[in-house]
């Protein structure tokens, strides 16, 4: 259902209109039952293929019915992918010209292969000039590679075969440099995809790629080798906090990016997402926002990068105790008709951040009614645990928010039950197994104390002055300095705690 999801919302309804105008040979009955199909997708109706197939069929996803329609819709949405409004505010000069290149290039290939020589080769050149100004540089060394072919043993042009040999030969090996880059940085981030916990010998590593594209870096002006050259270099100061040197290497790849003849609008938004990254990091919330702002300019809403920005903008809200705006980014990415089509990972860590909104919600800093348009009924933590699996693997990631917000809801309702002491004997081993390094350590304290709220009889007096020296360790160890991922603490553990103490205050009514 994702697939269909996805290329529903891509295209317009005039597209997939100007597509069945082109060449539809289907009934009226079943061209309807389609067009209600896809008018159906972009409300939101379906959340699976099956509740799709019971609407139209009473059967599951299975029925042959069912999976020709669904065939049919796709094909016509992809079909349509080459209709492209590229005079849309919403690209740039070079999303424009990628479009439009790889459009022309598929077109191109066809005409080779329909022997319509003379026609692809003008295509050819064209195209070639395109891609040259953008650095489309796999695009120039296939391009050159058709050209030397049909110079070379078409034509019988020396001149002309060796002017398009060369130009392949240079893009081939700046193509390979820059695949290089692209493969060392995957290898780098590739672990942090499902998990959030840090690696330990993650600056080696950094230190070790950056130095083997040097080199590379130094001989050619490529965008996408100087993008992956740089996010390594980001690598390598992130991965100790060094937030200020990672905002040193951002401005200079800002810099590099913006003397581009075109506007390098996703190279732009990395490294400004990488200070904002620092700037939350460093408690500068303000600009933070600002930064977060700035990001948003180079952004499509709806893109894999749109909701990742979000991310940040809620946890700055969350953690500068913003409850209300932090609610409001809540609701617009819950309700977004894109959401369900986001990867696994991503949709459960606005499940955990929603989690946290309930728990504020029910300490008494939001006010009900705020902004619920993002609820379906009251929140139930099992559901939330079964809408949380991929990060439940993420013992030194994720699943650490995931084990605190079941913590903290549990004591808010002062739970004194077996089962429930039981778990907390499993936390307490999960917790001694798996967050004993360095990086861990702020969770670590963390934890211990809130297991003491159930120990001492969710008495507050004795509660404070069995953690004592628990709290000043917190302070001695802030979020800035912390080695951890930033969306470990989706509140900070202080605030975190200080709710805690307000409400036993306010239940037991003492000082």
């Given at each position: 259902?994702?697939?269909?999801?996805?290329?529903?919302?891509?295209?317009?309804?005039?597209?997939?209109?100007?597509?069945?105008?082109?060449?539809?040979?289907?009934?009226?009955?079943?061209?309807?039952?389609?067009?209600?199909?896809?008018?159906?997708?972009?409300?939101?109706?379906?959340?699976?293929?099956?509740?799709?197939?019971?609407?139209?069929?009473a059967?599951d996803?299975?029925?042959?019915?069912?999976?020709?329609?669904?065939?049919?819709?796709?094909?016509?949405?992809?079909?349509?992918?080459?209709?492209?409004d590229?005079?849309?505010?919403?690209?740039?000069?070079?999303?424009?010209?990628?479009?439009?290149?790889?459009?022309?290039?598929?077109a191109?290939?066809?005409?080779?292969?329909?022997?319509?020589?003379?026609?692809?080769?003008?295509?050819?050149?064209?195209?070639?000039k395109?891609?040259?100004?953008?650095?489309?540089?796999?695009?120039?060394?296939?391009i050159?590679?058709?050209?030397?072919l049909y110079?070379?043993?078409?034509?019988?042009?020396?001149?002309?075969?060796?002017?398009?040999?060369?130009?392949?030969?240079?893009?081939?090996?700046?193509?390979?440099?820059?695949?290089?880059?692209?493969e060392?940085?995957?290898?780098?981030?590739?672990?942090?995809i499902?998990s959030?916990?840090?690696?330990?010998?993650?600056q080696?590593?950094?230190?070790?790629?950056?130095?083997?594209?040097?080199?590379?870096?130094?001989?050619?002006d490529?965008?996408q080798?100087?993008?992956?050259?740089?996010?390594?270099?980001?690598?390598?100061?992130?991965?100790?906090?060094?937030?200020m040197?990672?905002?040193?290497?951002?401005?200079?790849?800002?810099?590099?990016f913006?003397?581009?003849e075109?506007?390098?609008?996703?190279?732009?938004?990395?490294?400004?997402?990488?200070?904002?990254?620092?700037?939350?990091?460093?408690?500068?919330?303000?600009?933070?926002?600002?930064?977060?702002?700035?990001?948003?300019?180079?952004?499509?809403?709806?893109?894999?990068?749109?909701?990742?920005?979000?991310?940040?903008?809620?946890?700055?809200?969350?953690?500068?105790?913003?409850?209300?705006?932090?609610?409001?980014?809540?609701?617009?990415?819950?309700?977004?008709?894109?959401?369900?089509?986001?990867?696994?990972?991503?949709?459960?860590?606005?499940r955990?951040?929603?989690?946290?909104?309930h728990?504020?919600?029910?300490?008494?800093?939001?006010?009900?009614?705020?902004?619920?348009?993002?609820?379906?009924?009251?929140?139930?933590?099992?559901?939330?645990?079964?809408?949380?699996?991929?990060?439940?693997?993420?013992?030194?990631?994720?699943?650490?928010p995931?084990?605190?917000?079941e913590?903290?809801?549990?004591?808010?309702?002062?739970?004194?039950?077996?089962?429930f002491?039981d778990?907390?004997?499993?936390i307490?081993?999960?917790?001694?197994?798996?967050?004993?390094?360095?990086?861990?350590?702020?969770t670590?304290?963390?934890?211990?104390?809130?297991?003491?709220?159930?120990?001492?009889?969710?008495?507050?007096?004795?509660?404070?002055?069995?953690?004592?020296?628990?709290?000043?360790?917190?302070?001695?160890?802030?979020?800035?300095?912390?080695?951890?991922?930033?969306?470990?603490?989706?509140?900070p553990?202080?605030k975190?705690?200080?709710?805690?103490?307000?409400?036993t205050?306010?239940?037991?009514?003492?000082?």
């Amino acid at each position: 259902m994702k697939d269909l999801l996805e290329l529903s919302l891509i295209v317009t309804k005039t597209k997939l209109r100007a597509v069945e105008l082109v060449g539809a040979s289907s009934s009226n009955k079943s061209s309807s039952k389609l067009q209600q199909f896809y008018d159906l997708l972009l409300e939101g109706r379906f959340k699976d293929d099956d509740e799709a197939a019971h609407y139209f069929y009473a059967k599951d996803k299975n029925d042959p019915g069912y999976q020709k329609l669904r065939k049919t819709l796709k094909d016509r949405l992809v079909n349509s992918l080459f209709i492209i409004d590229l005079k849309a505010a919403t690209y740039t000069d070079r999303q424009k010209a990628y479009y439009e290149c790889y459009k022309e290039w598929a077109a191109a290939k066809i005409l080779f292969g329909k022997n319509a020589r003379t026609v692809a080769t003008g295509l050819c050149k064209k195209i070639l000039k395109i891609a040259r100004k953008y650095e489309f540089t796999e695009l120039i060394v296939d391009i050159c590679h058709a050209l030397r072919l049909y110079y070379g043993t078409i034509e019988g042009d020396i001149k002309k075969f060796h002017q398009y040999n060369e130009e392949f030969n240079l893009a081939s090996q700046l193509w390979l440099e820059e695949n290089r880059a692209e493969e060392l940085y995957i290898i780098l981030i590739i672990n942090f995809i499902n998990s959030k916990s840090t690696k330990t010998d993650f600056q080696e590593m950094a230190k070790a790629s950056y130095l083997q594209l040097s080199s590379a870096l130094d001989r050619y002006d490529s965008y996408q080798l100087h993008l992956y050259g740089s996010l390594i270099q980001v690598a390598i100061y992130t991965s100790v906090n060094d937030y200020m040197q990672t905002i040193n290497v951002c401005d200079r790849a800002i810099v590099f990016f913006e003397k581009k003849e075109f506007i390098a609008n996703i190279s732009l938004h990395i490294f400004h997402y990488e200070k904002l990254i620092c700037y939350f990091q460093l408690r500068q919330f303000d600009q933070a926002i600002q930064t977060a702002n700035v990001c948003l300019k180079y952004l499509e809403e709806g893109t894999f990068n749109w909701f990742k920005l979000y991310e940040l903008y809620f946890l700055v809200y969350m953690h500068n105790s913003e409850f209300a705006q932090a609610e409001k980014v809540i609701g617009t990415i819950l309700s977004h008709p894109l959401f369900m089509s986001l990867p696994e990972n991503i949709q459960e860590s606005w499940r955990i951040f929603e989690a946290y909104v309930h728990f504020v919600e029910s300490m008494g800093l939001l006010p009900r009614g705020k902004d619920e348009s993002y609820k379906n009924g009251s929140f139930r933590l099992a559901k939330f645990f079964n809408e949380t699996r991929t990060f439940s693997k993420d013992k030194q990631g994720m699943n650490i928010p995931i084990l605190i917000v079941e913590l903290l809801f549990a004591i808010a309702k002062k739970k004194r039950d077996d089962a429930f002491l039981d778990r907390l004997e499993a936390i307490d081993k999960y917790r001694m197994r798996y967050l004993r390094e360095a990086q861990l350590k702020r969770t670590n304290i963390f934890l211990k104390m809130l297991l003491l709220f159930p120990k001492n009889g969710f008495k507050r007096e004795s509660i404070i002055a069995k953690t004592e020296h628990y709290l000043a360790a917190l302070h001695e160890l802030p979020i800035e300095v912390a080695n951890q991922a930033h969306e470990i603490e989706i509140i900070p553990y202080e605030k975190l705690w200080q709710m805690l103490l307000n409400a036993t205050e306010a239940s037991t009514g003492r000082a």
